[in-house]
């Protein structure tokens, strides 16, 4: 059975990744190629931070009044570098071994 060696694309550094997700919703999920999850996650963004900003009572601050849309862009930022920190891992650790 052949068993060729396949060579990885080195990845981002996933502190790069991280930067560009904090900097702009979704971009960091663009950067690890899913672009249509990052779609779907300013979709959610969006949506629930529409639907808090309307049943919030007034006098909010800003972040309480869009909390769906900030907890969903805080989950969208941890996607993001968790994905690129895991093919960061993988990419050293196939590396270390060939």
């Known amino acids: 059975m052949f068993m060729g060696t396949l060579k990885m694309a080195r990845p981002l550094h996933p502190y790069l990744v991280l930067v560009a997700a904090v900097l702009l919703p979704g971009a960091g999920q663009v950067i690890n190629g899913m672009p ?15 639907v808090t900003m309307q049943l919030a009572p007034p006098g909010r601050s800003f972040i309480g009044s869009h909390a769906g849309g900030v907890f969903v862009y805080a989950i969208a930022v941890m996607d993001a ?13 196939r590396a270390a071994v060939q």
Do not use: Q
Request: charged content about 20%; glycine content about 4%; cysteine-free.
């Open 36 to 50: 249509t999850r990052a779609l779907i996650m300013l979709f959610f963004m969006l949506s629930l931070g529409f």
């Open 81 to 93: 570098y968790m994905i690129a920190r895991y093919r960061w891992e993988m990419f050293r650790t």
